[in-house]
């Protein structure tokens, strides 16, 4: 037997035992007369001692010599420890050496082991199997798992069944770019990885298993942004003979199932806003309801008087920053400069300050009298002591800019409470979005997604106003889980197609799979996928998905611990009949 406890299991009440323990050795402390050890497993550390009254000399001299991270097992008496640490479990008691075995040396670690650790990102993530050592990293893997298991059984009991689909398939549409993987045995041909089991899990639909779930590894080749990774997993869901309404029910029930138990806090029904109202007053299809700050849109107070810059503009809009009329010129120059980066790309920014003596001071007083902004302040709710600040251009792209502030604004003045939880269902999604690079229509959600029934009548006429059946649950600005009501006729099927300007024949190539399943009785389905990284995330009180998954990639998509990607062999390209173009 390597143990009869875990290092996190021992305390008062086994005084005078004899264990067994084994784990790692988190640090050791040689006063000369006596010695302790910490020993460390996933469950805790246990303190071991030597001391020269009590302890045979040569293990003394053993223990001496061992280094941190050395694998041992030690037999022993369970002792009252004389200084007691109450912030640990077993921090009443200690083991009195007896026998020590050495199971594994260790090379001095690149970092500290302990929660506090000296170890950059970089280094942490090449010896991640060291990081994950650390209670902060690990807890955060158990908190998943934990996670996992009530999606899992809460699912189950629904009446989910969990089927896995193939990694190895064709092209999903999921709006990014294909992973792709050569096949040896048909030269020239590739397979795709999925970006979702979305056409998987419609035909499980068509076969009748009525409602399906799986914990899913996606991958979309993407470009990076800190909180993406090319390799993600997705709760994906589908389910028959169900409306919409059925779908936002059952997982609104998940989710709060979740919340709940993770986090104590009930809720009644979540609040529901259609896109076109989230646009409009947060200028963001995942809004973050856990404060104000909403959108005030203000073309018809300050249009027309003379000030090209708003007078031009298609929209003309701003937000009341509580409290903060008192930022200085500096303060305001530095957002301005802020919202003029090329990443939010605003041209400049407009400020009404409301003084706390009641006075006005705008960066535009010299087209405004106090009266007209006075108006504005009315319009804002604003109270003495606040801020205006306001942006304008075409609608398209002041909102997500106003957003990008009204965020970066809630993050700097500690308005983003990471344990306050505020769920939103987002629904009445368009279908369509035009692209201009491409000039065409692209599927907002992807190509399966149904029309509203009632606007199908201007699908020929004004695709671009037509409505979806989709939904997304977002949480704290995070979107936390997207789906729709699918299309389940052919003919509908093929015309959404042809409206993404798909040829006949290339419909037939990618899809024909599906539209030939849905001549064979295809239930009306509809589904849903959550972000499970991002979901556990943020349940875990965090935004930062790479804390929660055991072997994340780097900014850059790379895994530093494998070494990945990396070059094959010559020999493995010719196999696959790969040639490497070099410029
Ligand atoms: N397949 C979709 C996605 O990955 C989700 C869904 O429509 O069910 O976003």
């Known amino acids: 037997m390597y143990r009869t406890h875990t290092c996190g299991e021992l305390n008062e009440s086994n005084i005078g035992q004899k264990v067994i323990l084994a784990g790692w050795i988190q640090t050791i402390r040689d006063k000369g007369f006596v010695t302790w050890i910490d020993l460390r497993d996933r469950y805790g550390i246990t303190q071991l001692v030597f001391d020269e009254q009590r302890t045979d000399k040569d293990l003394i001299e053993k223990a001496r010599k061992l280094g941190r991270e050395y694998v041992i097992q030690v037999s022993g008496t369970v002792i009252e420890r004389s200084s007691k640490n109450p912030n640990i479990s077993t921090g009443s008691i200690e083991i009195l050496v007896e026998k020590l075995s050495i199971l594994n040396e260790s090379l001095v670690p690149p970092f500290t082991i302990e929660d506090d650790t000296d170890g950059g990102e970089e280094i942490r993530m090449k010896y991640r199997y060291l ?78 298993l009525d409602k399906y779930f799986q914990l899913v590894k996606c991958f979309r080749d993407e470009d990076l942004r800190a909180d993406r990774q090319p390799e993600f997993t997705q709760i994906d869901c589908e389910m028959s003979f169900v409306e919409q309404e059925d779908v936002l029910n059952t997982f609104e029930g998940l989710t709060k199932h979740l919340l709940k ?27 973050d309801v856990r404060f104000g700050m909403e959108f005030i849109e203000l073309n018809e107070e300050l249009q027309n008087n003379g000030f090209k810059v708003f007078d031009e503009a298609e929209l003309v809009v701003g937000i009341n920053v509580e409290k903060c009329a008192s930022y200085t010129r500096k303060q305001l120059d530095e957002l301005t400069d802020w919202v003029k980066r090329p990443q939010i790309g605003a041209s400049g920014l407009v400020y009404i300050r409301y003084n706390e003596d009641g006075s006005i001071k705008s960066s ?14 009315n319009r804002a709710n604003a109270q003495p002591g606040d801020l205006l600040l306001l942006l304008s251009g075409s609608t398209k792209k002041v909102r997500p800019q ?17 344990d306050e939880y505020a769920p939103l269902w987002v629904v009445d999604f368009p279908l369509l979005e ?21 606007d199908i009548s201007i699908l020929d006429t004004k695709p671009g106003e037509v409505r979806a059946n989709a939904y997304d649950l977002v949480l704290n600005g995070n979107e936390i889980g997207g789906g729709s009501v699918r299309i389940y006729n052919k003919e509908l099927q093929g015309k959404m197609l042809s409206l993404l300007g798909f040829t006949e024949e290339d419909a037939e190539a990618q899809f024909g799979f599906l539209m030939n399943a849905f001549k064979f009785g295809a239930p009306p389905h509809a589904g849903i996928a959550f972000g499970f990284d991002r979901l556990v995330a943020i349940l875990g009180g965090q935004e930062v998905i790479r804390d929660y998954i055991a072997f994340p990639k780097n900014n850059s998509g790379r895994d530093v611990m494998i070494d990945a990607p990396s070059y094959i062999y010559k020999e493995q390209l010719k196999e696959l009949n790969i040639e490497i173009i070099k410029d």
């Open 131 to 208: 990081d994950i050592r650390r209670n902060p990293v690990k807890d955060k893997l158990i908190f998943r798992s934990k996670v996992a298991q009530l999606v899992r059984n809460y699912l189950s009991g629904k009446g989910f069944i969990e089927v896995e689909t193939p990694v190895l398939i064709k092209s999903t549409p999921e709006g990014a770019r294909d992973f792709v993987v050569p096949s040896r045995i048909n030269p020239g041909q590739f397979y795709a990885l999925p970006q979702s089991p979305q056409t998987f899990k419609q035909l499980l639909m068509v076969a009748g």
């Open 261 to 287: 138990e993770l986090k104590g806090i009930s809720f009644d029904k979540f609040p529901r806003m259609t896109y076109a109202e989230a646009m409009r007053r947060y200028g963001n299809d995942k809004p």
């Open 364 to 377: 535009v007083d010299k087209f405004y009298s106090e009266d007209q902004l006075k108006i504005v302040i």
């Open 402 to 418: 106003l957003s990008a502030l009204r965020m970066e604004l809630a993050e700097r003045l500690g308005l983003r409470n990471p």
């Open 434 to 454: 035009w692209d201009e690079d491409e000039n065409r229509y692209l599927a907002m959600h992807h190509p399966f997604t149904s029309p509203k029934p009632e």
